[in-house]
Structure formats: structure tokens, C-alpha cells
């Protein structure tokens, strides 16, 4: 055998050493080092990092939660609580997982706004978006689940409620109901499988982050003008350009979010959660969480029991076909005058939905929902696909590059 | 644009429950708690003055069973002060060697005893209400301090159209304006040994500064953490800020 | 300074040495790509000295963030509240033994017979490997009270029912690796390196004792 000598890549030894062996030192360097992101990505593109950074909170908070948690119906509430008072900095351990829940859902609602915004579901990154939407999926269904572990009254009637919409398919409804609960009723097997699933799925989206991350980086990532990058001159590199504006933006949201934390803990936790499951007892008000709530808006909508059922989660399922219902060759929402205004209306709509979803379906709250159920078909279904035809969008950009130039 | 947006969606979303919390209902009548504010801190005096008015009031019916007698530990008392405190309750121990439960004076390790052996003998002898564990209830309740504390002096003659349950009691603050509860405090109801005025308003204050130091015993090094946390964010995000002008001025 | 804090401390100065060093390398390879471009001197050096402090304190806030995490890992305060055990003796006969938990332990109570104090007293401290006098392990002769955790790997000697095998020096022997113990619970023969340890203890009265 030929006595070859390692190729010197790098200065230290030790990194070429490992970068022979598993080039992951180079895989880094391209990946988070020399990664060329467009110049004119503004702080909406920090929404992305500050996601990893959530879940990656959210993982560690949680498998320390899961250390000092007693997932059985006799103990669940009891031990949260001993979290809360005998563990050392376990309510600021608790805090953090159960705030961290809630702000996690804010970044994300952000982070897809501003991809419908700016097109950034669009050719040739159709399948980051599904990717990316079927993560929020994981991420509703984990959040339920962590929502029942504290075993309070709306952990309990959430548990409750969620899993009797599987009871209206019919036939085999009922069956797949107990199947999912192991019990008739919501019950210890149901609390230990939710702590089981509860725990591992994380994990899944983990994995799945890592994919959505590595499509982005095939093609690049989007910018406000939605102009695919055309030179050199167009992007800055990631290190350290990006990563100093993503810093900046965790500064900000670390500011917002030790605000909420330390000062105000509660604010977006139900106070019923604090009274013990009782089966025999259904609080007054029965809300989901509100990161929830625009589907449960939904579900409410509808006088029927399996048409709310169906249209809940039709709701969601059009996410996936968005990037074949636009046929906007322009990506970004700047430069179509119209349109831009119909897609805020669908935003604000949608937080509409959220905000009703928390209030008694009566009256003018059931009216808003109904309202809000048409426009979220309609823009998605109806006006999205056909508007290009109409609209006439303002000139695009020839480069980035080009933009900067102009302002000067 | 979209950028303001996010903010106004941002502040409403973590405002979204106050004004949900606070729509329809009377006013309730806020007071100005020492715990309240960045720097709020608990008045010890007064925990300690609730905890006499739970003891002999409140003890009667409702349960603290998150609350050891440790804890005292935390409202000033010495550990001698709280042995002394803890043992004059008993509680139900073993089975010891002869296979048989016991009673016992309960110890600083011991959960603060209950009232009753069970929810059923709890509800019988209420009535048929059950009165709530009192550990968390500052925080189970929308209003948190205030609305215990207004719930405590909310006792009125019902209006003429109202008409009450068997052994109900007229409270404007309570879900249906009918409580189980009949007036728990009045004027003198309790004894201070620090020269307290013992009125009903002060007792119900004090009862509720204890109630809330028993559901959120981390406030006080919540909020100290808080300050520290977010400084802690301004000055690494001024640094950043600079870092990140630094590097930019390159570009464009 | 206990274990766990002094482990942290380390580990925290290393993180920071290690950020540190790391940071100076790295911004030293963007500067030297950067020079180029840039023209002044001066202000690369305070452009320097302003990244690597950012990415110092940065550093720091993340080694912080882990500290809470860390210490929850602590027993827990009803954990510590739980660290006493009052025990019965009366009924304990002479050369009888009983075993009771304290701290989830097992702690071995015996009351002695002559014939062990006599052979607890009359040992050589230079025979033994841990060499400590009978009358400090004990506060009344009759009663010795020890934690019954071998100190070699922790398995439960045995000896403490009369048809129990209690070693060759007639006090407790490990079935695991060996160890005999003698009648003050002293390491005699076997891989054991120390005695077995007495724990904190007071007679409340002749008929009780408060272990912790």
C-alpha cells in the first residue's frame, strides 16, 4: 500500500485530522461559513434561527422536566407542583417549557407569514414547504400532548374534547377513540402514552428541522424581493454576517421572552389548569390554547358534528397544496399591489379566527367564525390561484445587487 | 408594513387573555399588593398574619395540601417556631410494626393536615360543596389576589330578584352571584399579637398576601432572576448591536 | 464547596478559556480575510477587541443558561426535608439487630452482647486497615448504629439476622467481593478500603433514637 499523506486543508492539525476522517469541519464551513445569503434578507429571515434556538430550549427544558415528572393521574398535578416549589429553579425550568410552548408558536406563525409574504413557498422551494408545514403539524399535535401532562382541569377536558373528534368518523370512530386512549375515558393509560409520545416527538421534528434546513440550502434562501440571486455580489456569507442580525434578533426576543418569564409566568396559561383534573366536573369555560384556537374557530363553525371534524382538518391540509394554488410567477407580495392587501386581510383573519376560538360560540363570535371560515377557503382557493390574472404587479428588480445601488 | 404587523400580532397575542379575563364582569376593585411590579417582594408581616387567619378561619373547612410546614420556613418563622407550630396537628401515620395506623403530632416534613379524611366526608359535611384546596388558588382563579380579596369582603343582601339555593350566600364576585361559602370574616374574627387592626378588611388582605406567597412561593427570586435575565439581554444585545453595525458597514 | 459546584466551576472557566481562544483564532482568520479591503489599521484592532468581547459574553450567557438546569439536579426540598428517622429500640434484645432505612440507606441498629464489646475494644489498631478506636464510633457501648452500605462497591453486608453469615470476624460479611467486618463495623479482611460509616445520630430518650 502506497504510504499517502493526509491533504492539509486546514492550519490545525486536529481539525484536519477529524476533517479526513468525517468531513463535517468542511460541511460546516460550507453549510454555516461561507453559506451566501441574500444582502437584502431583513430581520423576518432571523425567524428561522431563532425557531432552532426555541426547540433546541424546548428539548433540554423538557427532558429536565421529564426528570422531576411523575406521568400518573394521582401524581401528575401533585408532582408539577412539587417542580414549582422543591426543585431547585424548577418553576423557572417549568416557566420556560411552558412559556417557551407558546412564544415557539408565535416565531413559527411569523416565521410562515412571512414565507406566504415574500413567496417563499415557491419554485423551486415547493418541498421546504412541506416539509415546514408538516412540522407545524408535529408541532400542534406535540403541544397538545404536553398540554395534558400537568393534569390539570384543561389538560383533562382538552384531552377530552380533542380525542372525541376522532369518535365522529363513522363506523369505526368510537373504536379508533378507545384505541387512542386505551381507556373509555381519558385515564392513566391515556396520561402514560401522552408522556411517551409527548417526549419522543420532538425528536421527530428535530429530524425534521434538519431536513427543512438542508433544502433551504440547496437553493438558497428567499429575500424580500423574491429575485433568485444572480452574482457573487448579491449575498453576504452567513458567518458572520447573518449570524451577528440572528444574534441581534435573539437578543430582542430573549428580551420579550424573560419579560413574559419572569414577570408575568401566567399570562398565557389558563388558570383553570391550576385546579386539579376532576372527571366529573367540566369548567365554565372550556378554551384551547390560543395557538390552537383559530382551528378550533373552525371546528365550531359548522353546526355539524363530522363536518366541523372535516373542515378542521381540511383547514390545515390546504397548507400543503399552497404552492400549487399560486400561480403568481412574482414571489414577493411587494410588488403586487393588490394582492398584498388581500394576504394581510388573511393574516389578520386568521387571528381573528384564534381570537374567536377563545370566546363562547354565540351570537356575533359565531357569526366572525363563520365570516372567517369563508375568507380562509376563499383567499386560499379562490383568490389566490386566479389573481395574477388580474393584477398588474409592479416591476421587479433586475439583482439585489441592483436595489442597493439605487438607494445610493 | 409586514414588519408592523408582527409587533401589533405580537402585543396582542400576549395581551389577548388579560382583555379576555377583564371583558363583561364588574370591576374588581384592585388593590396595591407589595408583590405586584418588577420588584415586587412579600410583606412577611403579613404572611404571617394570614397564615394565623387561615389557621383559625379558613383551616376549618379548606385544605392546603401542597404547603408543608417547612415552608414557613420561608415567611420568617425559625425551624424551633415551626416543630412548635407543626405539632400541634395530628396526622395519621404507618403501619407500624404491629401492622396498625397511628397518630402522630405532625412534623415540619408534613403537608399542612387537612380538615377532612376525604372529598366525600368533605362534601358531607358542606353541604354538599366542596371546598377547594386553597394551595394554588391565587393562581386557578381569573384576577388572581384581587379577586380573592374582593370575593373574601364581596358578602351582600342579594337583590330582591334573586333568588338563592338551601344554604347559599349572595357574592357578586362568585360564578352565578351564589357562593357555598357563608361570610368567613368578620370584624375581630381573629387576634393579631402584633397590634394589627383585626377588621374584616385587614384580615381578608392579609389572608390573601398569605394565599398568594402559598401558590407562587418563587415570586420574590422570580423577579430578582427577572431583572437580572433581561439586563443581562440588553447589555450582550448592545454589544451585538455594535458588532453587528461594525460588520455591515462593509456592505451596501 | 461540594462536588457538583466545584465540577461546574471548572468547566466554566475552561468554556470561557476555550471560547475565548477560539473566538481570537476565528476573528483573526475573518480580519486577515477582510484586510484586503480594510485600510485602517487602528480600527481593526478596536474592531478586534469589540467582536471577541461580544462573542465572550455570549458565551458566558449560554454557560450561565445551563447553571439553573444543572442545579435542579440537586435532591429536591422534600427530598432534604426527609433526612431524619426516629426509631423504637425498646424491644431490641441483646446481640439482636434491626435494620431501618434512613435516606433510602439501610441502617443496621445492634445492640451489642459483652462478648462483642469485649472483642470491639480489645482489636489491635495497628491490624486494622482503617485503624479508629471502638468508643468513637459508638455514643453507648451497648448500641452500635451504622449506614449498612459496604464501602467498597455498596452492596448490603450481611449479618443482621442471627442464621446470617457474619464474616470471620463476627460482625458482617459482603457476599459481594468479600469484605468482613468485625463487631464495630470495622473493615478486617477484604477489598473494602473503610469502615462502615456511623451516621449522624442522638438518643432522645433510652427507648428512642433520631438518626439524621
Redesign the interface.
Known amino acids: 500500500m502506497q504510504d499517502k499523506k493526509e491533504p492539509k486543508k486546514y492550519k490545525n492539525s486536529f481539525l484536519n485530522w477529524i476533517e479526513y476522517r468525517l468531513p463535517i469541519i468542511s460541511y460546516l464551513e460550507k453549510e454555516y461559513g461561507d453559506y451566501p445569503m441574500p444582502?437584502n434578507a431583513?430581520?423576518?429571515w432571523s425567524f428561522g434561527a431563532l425557531l432552532t434556538i426555541c426547540l433546541v430550549v424546548m428539548i433540554?427544558?423538557g427532558i429536565?422536566l421529564a426528570?422531576?415528572y411523575t406521568p400518573h393521574v394521582d401524581m401528575a398535578f401533585?408532582s408539577t407542583?412539587?417542580i414549582?416549589?422543591?426543585?431547585?429553579?424548577?418553576?423557572?425550568?417549568r416557566?420556560i417549557h411552558s412559556n417557551g410552548a407558546s412564544f415557539f408558536f408565535?416565531v413559527v406563525?411569523?416565521h410562515m407569514?412571512?414565507s406566504l409574504?415574500y413567496g417563499s413557498f415557491k419554485y423551486p422551494r415547493e418541498l421546504n414547504w412541506l416539509l415546514g408545514v408538516f412540522i407545524y403539524f408535529i408541532m400542534m399535535a406535540t403541544a397538545f400532548l404536553g398540554y395534558t401532562l400537568p393534569w390539570g382541569q384543561m389538560s383533562y377536558w382538552a384531552a377530552t374534547v380533542i380525542t372525541n373528534l376522532f369518535s365522529a368518523i363513522p363506523f369505526v370512530g368510537e373504536g379508533i377513540k378507545t384505541w387512542l386512549l386505551g381507556d373509555y375515558t381519558v385515564g392513566n393509560a391515556t396520561l402514560n402514552r401522552f408522556f411517551a409520545l409527548h417526549y419522543v416527538l420532538p425528536f421527530v421534528i428535530f429530524g425534521v428541522v434538519g431536513l427543512h434546513v438542508a433544502a433551504v440550502h440547496v437553493h438558497g434562501s428567499n429575500n424580500p424581493a423574491g429575485i433568485e440571486v444572480k452574482e457573487p455580489e448579491d449575498t453576504?456569507k452567513f458567518y458572520?454576517?447573518m449570524l451577528?442580525?440572528d444574534?441581534?434578533a435573539f437578543?430582542?426576543f430573549?428580551?420579550?421572552i424573560?419579560?413574559?418569564?419572569?414577570?408575568g409566568?401566567?399570562?398565557?396559561a389558563e388558570?383553570?389548569?391550576?385546579?386539579?383534573a376532576d372527571p366529573m366536573v367540566t369548567p365554565?369555560h372550556i378554551v384551547p390554547n390560543?395557538y390552537l384556537a383559530p382551528f378550533y374557530a373552525i371546528l365550531r363553525a359548522v353546526p355539524d358534528k363530522l363536518g366541523g371534524i372535516v373542515l378542521m382538518f381540511a383547514a390545515i391540509a390546504v397548507l400543503f397544496i399552497i404552492p400549487w394554488l399560486d400561480n403568481s410567477k412574482i414571489k414577493s407580495c411587494s410588488f403586487r399591489p393588490l394582492y398584498?392587501w388581500l394576504m394581510?386581510l388573511f393574516?389578520v383573519n386568521f387571528?381573528i379566527l384564534g381570537?374567536v376560538g377563545?370566546?363562547p360560540a354565540t351570537g356575533i363570535y359565531l357569526l366572525l367564525a363563520r365570516l372567517g371560515v369563508i375568507y380562509y377557503f376563499g383567499f386560499l382557493l379562490v383568490i389566490t390561484p386566479f389573481m395574477h390574472r388580474f393584477e398588474k404587479n409592479i416591476i421587479l428588480p433586475n439583482s439585489i445587487h441592483e436595489i442597493?445601488k439605487k438607494?445610493? | 408594513m409586514l414588519r408592523k404587523f408582527a409587533i401589533i400580532f405580537l402585543v396582542i397575542t400576549i395581551n389577548s387573555n388579560l382583555f379576555a379575563a377583564e371583558s363583561s364582569k364588574e370591576k374588581l376593585i384592585k388593590q396595591d399588593w407589595s408583590f405586584n411590579g418588577i420588584t415586587g417582594t412579600y410583606d412577611k408581616a403579613a404572611i404571617q398574619r394570614g397564615l394565623k387567619v387561615y389557621q383559625e378561619v379558613c383551616a376549618g373547612c379548606h385544605s392546603m395540601n401542597l404547603i408543608y410546614y417547612r415552608d414557613l420556613e420561608d415567611i420568617g418563622f425559625s425551624k424551633e417556631q415551626i416543630k412548635v407550630i407543626a405539632s400541634e396537628y395530628t396526622v395519621l401515620d404507618g403501619p407500624n410494626d404491629e401492622g396498625e395506623m397511628f397518630e402522630r403530632p405532625a412534623r415540619p416534613a408534613d403537608k399542612f393536615v387537612d380538615p377532612y379524611m376525604n372529598a366525600q366526608e368533605a362534601r358531607l359535611s358542606n353541604n354538599g360543596s366542596y371546598p377547594p384546596d386553597l394551595s394554588v388558588i391565587n393562581k386557578s382563579r381569573k384576577g388572581g389576589a384581587d379577586y380573592i380579596y374582593n370575593l373574601l369582603i364581596g358578602y351582600e343582601e342579594p337583590p330582591a330578584d334573586i333568588v338563592l339555593g338551601e344554604g347559599m350566600y349572595y357574592n357578586k364576585w362568585m360564578d352565578g352571584k351564589q357562593i357555598a361559602m357563608p361570610t368567613p370574616l368578620y370584624d375581630g374574627s381573629v387576634d393579631y399579637e402584633d397590634g394589627t387592626e383585626n377588621t374584616a378588611i385587614q384580615l381578608a388582605k392579609d389572608v390573601t398576601v398569605f394565599l398568594q406567597w402559598a401558590a407562587e412561593p418563587e415570586l420574590e427570586e422570580r423577579k430578582r432572576l427577572g431583572v437580572k435575565v433581561i439586563l443581562f439581554f440588553i447589555i450582550f444585545g448592545i454589544f451585538v448591536f455594535l458588532s453587528k453595525r461594525r460588520l455591515w458597514k462593509q456592505i451596501h | 464547596m461540594t462536588t457538583p459546584y466545584l465540577v461546574l466551576t471548572v468547566t466554566l472557566i475552561f468554556i470561557f478559556l476555550f471560547i475565548y481562544m477560539v473566538s481570537t483564532v476565528v476573528w483573526g482568520k475573518v480580519v486577515s480575510a477582510n484586510d484586503k479591503k480594510a485600510e485602517l489599521n487602528k480600527e481593526e484592532t478596536r474592531r478586534d477587541f469589540l467582536h471577541v468581547s461580544t462573542i465572550t459574553i455570549g458565551a458566558i450567557g449560554s454557560a450561565t443558561f445551563m447553571w439553573p438546569f444543572i442545579k435542579s439536579m440537586n435532591p429536591a426540598e422534600d427530598t432534604l426535608a426527609l433526612g431524619t428517622t426516629e426509631v423504637d429500640i425498646s424491644n431490641i434484645d441483646e446481640g439482636q439487630s434491626i435494620t431501618v432505612t434512613w435516606r433510602g440507606k439501610p441502617v443496621f441498629i445492634r445492640k451489642r452482647s459483652k462478648e462483642d464489646i469485649a472483642e470491639a475494644k480489645n482489636a489491635k489498631l495497628s491490624n486494622l486497615p482503617d485503624p479508629e478506636k471502638d468508643s468513637d464510633r459508638v455514643k453507648k457501648e451497648d448500641w452500635l448504629i451504622l449506614v449498612g452500605v459496604c464501602t467498597h462497591l455498596g452492596c448490603v453486608p450481611s449479618g443482621q439476622k442471627v442464621s446470617d453469615k457474619k464474616g470471620d470476624f463476627n460482625g458482617w460479611y459482603c457476599p459481594c467481593h468479600g469484605s468482613h467486618y468485625d463487631t464495630s463495623g470495622r473493615i478486617r479482611k477484604g477489598p473494602a478500603p473503610d469502615n462502615m460509616e456511623v451516621p449522624p445520630y442522638k438518643f432522645l430518650n433510652d427507648n428512642t433514637v433520631l438518626i439524621g
Open positions: 444582502k431583513n430581520y423576518f433540554i427544558s429536565f426528570m422531576y401533585e407542583e412539587r414549582m416549589r422543591d426543585v431547585s429553579f424548577g418553576w423557572l425550568i416557566y408565535i406563525y411569523i407569514i412571512r409574504y453576504v458572520p454576517y451577528v442580525k444574534t441581534l437578543c430582542v430573549g428580551i420579550i424573560s419579560a413574559v418569564i419572569f414577570f409566568p401566567n399570562l398565557m388558570v383553570d389548569n391550576y385546579i386539579p365554565a390560543w398584498k394581510i393574516f387571528f381570537y377563545m370566546k442597493y438607494k445610493k
